[in-house]
């Protein structure tokens, strides 16, 4: 039976071509902008969660007021301690910690005077441990552009616009100007480490523009913090961010060490708890469910209009098999099995061509760096599709349902005509 | 008669007239209470955050308005730190670093030491006259002393911190007793409020005072100045770079 439709498909073009290369498009366009949206969102939630957020944070009830101001005067006490528990505790998780602050880096002429100095975002984290998870999650090697990873203490990494518009290259010397947690004037002398241009590039404009990263322990001391920590940041295993798990990890945190009565209590917040990340989140679970929706929708319209069609140029044909005493029900199911066959053939076109090209993007990527000059989000400045499970099938179900949609609707006409008026619609 | 009641109102009312002084006339007397050829002073400063009180003691040497060198003495990480004023220019070192660094363009926003002071709070030009434009706007008085509020608005052209402020001037001191500094969008942004003054050689000086960045949590700024000395001569090397190092 299959056979015999797949025949009378493949020799009368009009009847397979149209509707294939309607699917094929269709599952074309859900497949390359569910990849689309899933790398550009999910980039940007990654790159939050990997640089600012984590999957969890663990910070005080005051400094998470105030958080975006980089408060270190109300940083975490006893930082060694909290970290311990939280890796004896949650051992499956990946634990970081992170001290963010802001100043002037000041460049100093022979003499010891300001050359050039500009203000800068500055990252502290584990960086001069081989075994830092800080150095996986962040790609610190991968990230230096010239120069190399800082080997011992008093090292710094700039980034490369900002070794630019100061003038500094590999092994030059820099003074951290900035605040200490009790908000006295903290100076520091760094080496800018590598041997021909300190950079390092991350891909995200605002990271790009002016950032230093040091060492945990060396901004402990310039910035007077000896054992506190202004962010411990949580990691799933995979890395992966599943928002039910990190709720109740979060709850079950919180419920134990946070006291809302001591605003520097510990505080354990999720990537998705408020803030742009959840609605970014929340965004992007809205935008699939509207991409896969609006494109069932359509298709099943152009398709059912295709059918109608099909079923005005096919009259001839259903009246002759209707006059042969072939029933109405099998007609129906013979056209039902006809679209099966298209939505599947259209399905797997569809599918391959969109997971090509959002392969290429993924590879490729666009770069929308010129876009971003004055970026104040932590967004990566090459956009790249990702190409998920999900992308295999996403525009797959969707492509044979609205083929069998659109002519279940329109072989309802089917029903519609008269044994006793064949002959006579024939005639005409 | 009549004549007589003219003269006797000319008589009595020409002094009251006498004492009634513009805003200008006013900004003027604060101006000249302050104004020494010298000033070397020790001061308390108290920092009230959210996790407790930091004291910092410094001594300055100050040289009209133009030259200030100020030597931190405590507390221990503080000490040794030097900063140096030039005119508009301002220079700090410190011991841990070992280095003269230039503070300058939105640095000089930071608040200093971490108080509620800013590096441009400490920079300004005191002579209000020459930046703002004034309007007396009343009388109130502030702890039971009788002031003149002054309502200041930066001239045209002038480069300020704030843009208006409102001050109260003890009417028999001139000084200002109270001060809001206020945003070109018309939001308070500091306030300072002198608790305690103190009389020396002939002029009024403030003992002790508060000063409250009210954008900021904690309980503001407290500065007492422990001693101070007028026109004093002070060495010309103490207002070099070289003298930050020593």
């Known amino acids: ?428 | 008669m009549k004549k007589l009641i003219i003269l006797a109102f000319l008589l009595f009312a020409a002094p009251l007239y006498g004492e009634e002084l513009t805003g200008r006339e006013i900004l003027d007397r604060i101006d000249k209470n302050y104004e020494a050829k010298s000033r070397v002073s020790t001061a308390t400063m108290m920092i009230k955050g959210r996790r407790g009180t930091r004291t910092i003691t410094s001594k300055s040497w100050a040289e009209g308005y133009e030259k200030t060198f100020t030597n931190y003495l405590s507390p221990p990480r503080e000490k040794d730190t030097k900063m140096l004023k030039l005119g508009d220019e301002l220079w700090i070192w410190s011991p841990s670093a070992d280095r003269i660094i230039k503070i300058a363009g939105h640095m000089l926003r930071q608040s200093m030491m971490g108080s509620d002071v800013s590096y441009e709070d400490f920079m300004e030009d005191p002579h209000l006259g020459d930046l703002y434009d004034v309007i007396l706007s009343g009388q109130e008085p502030v702890e039971d002393r009788d002031c003149y509020v002054l309502e200041l608005t930066a001239k045209q052209g002038k480069k300020v911190a704030y843009h208006s402020r409102k001050i109260w001037v003890d009417k028999e001191r001139y000084l200002a007793l109270r001060e809001e500094l206020f945003a070109k969008s018309g939001k308070l942004l500091k306030r300072l409020n002198i608790h305690e003054v103190f009389k020396k050689e002939e002029r009024w000086y403030p003992k002790k005072f508060t000063f409250k960045d009210v954008l900021k949590k904690g309980d503001g700024t407290q500065i007492i100045i422990d001693s101070i000395e007028f026109n004093v001569d002070i060495p010309k090397h103490v207002f070099s770079k070289a003298s930050l190092r020593k």
């Open chain 1, 1 to 428: 039976m299959i056979r015999f439709l797949l025949k009378g498909l493949l020799r009368d073009r009009s009847r397979s071509l149209f509707p294939v290369l309607m699917v094929s498009a269709g599952v074309f366009l859900c497949v390359f902008l569910y990849s689309y949206l899933n790398g550009a969102i999910g980039d940007m939630v990654d790159a939050s969660a990997r640089f600012d957020t984590g999957h969890v944070k663990v910070i005080t009830r005051a400094y998470n007021e105030l958080a975006s101001q980089m408060p270190n005067d109300l940083a975490l006490a006893g930082a060694a301690n909290e970290l311990e528990k939280l890796r004896t505790g949650h051992p499956r998780m990946i634990w970081a910690e992170r001290i963010r602050f802001g100043g002037l880096l000041d460049i100093p002429d022979e003499m010891g005077e300001t050359r050039a100095q500009g203000p800068f975002f500055g990252m502290a984290i584990d960086l001069v441990n081989n075994n830092s998870p800080d150095l996986a999650l962040l790609g610190v090697a991968k990230a230096i552009v010239r120069g190399r990873m800082p080997a011992m203490s008093h090292e710094i990494l700039i980034s490369h616009a900002f070794a630019e518009k100061l003038g500094v290259v590999p092994g030059d010397k820099a003074t951290l100007l900035s605040s200490t947690m009790n908000g006295a004037m903290a100076m520091h002398n760094f080496t800018i480490a590598g041997t021909v241009r300190g950079t390092v590039r991350f891909g995200m404009v605002m990271i790009d523009k002016s950032t230093i990263i040091a060492d945990i322990n060396d901004i402990r001391t310039a910035l007077d913090m000896a054992d506190f920590v202004g962010e411990i940041l949580g990691f799933t295993e995979d890395t992966l961010y599943d928002d039910d798990r990190m709720i109740a990890l979060a709850e079950a945190y919180n419920t134990a060490h946070s006291r809302e009565e001591d605003e520097f209590s510990p505080l354990m917040t999720t990537l998705g708890e408020g803030g742009v990340m959840g609605d970014i989140l929340r965004l992007s679970t809205f935008a699939v469910t509207i991409v896969v929706g609006i494109f069932v929708f359509a298709m099943s319209i152009v398709l059912w209009n295709a059918g109608l069609m099909n079923g005005i140029r096919r009259y001839g044909e259903i009246g002759v098999r209707l006059a042969m005493g072939e029933s109405k029900g099998a007609i129906y199911r013979a056209m039902i099995m006809e679209s099966i066959c298209i939505g599947l053939a259209g399905s797997i076109i569809g599918t391959i061509a969109g997971l090509a090209a959002s392969y290429y993007l993924q590879i490729v990527g666009f770069d929308i760096s010129d876009m971003l000059q004055k970026s104040s989000i932590m967004i990566s400045s090459v956009i790249r599709a990702k190409v998920s499970i999900t992308s295999y099938y996403i525009g797959f179900f969707p492509g044979v349902f609205a083929s069998v949609l659109g002519t279940v609707f329109a072989g309802i006409g089917i029903y519609r005509r008269q044994t006793s008026q064949l002959f006579k619609e024939l005639e005409v």
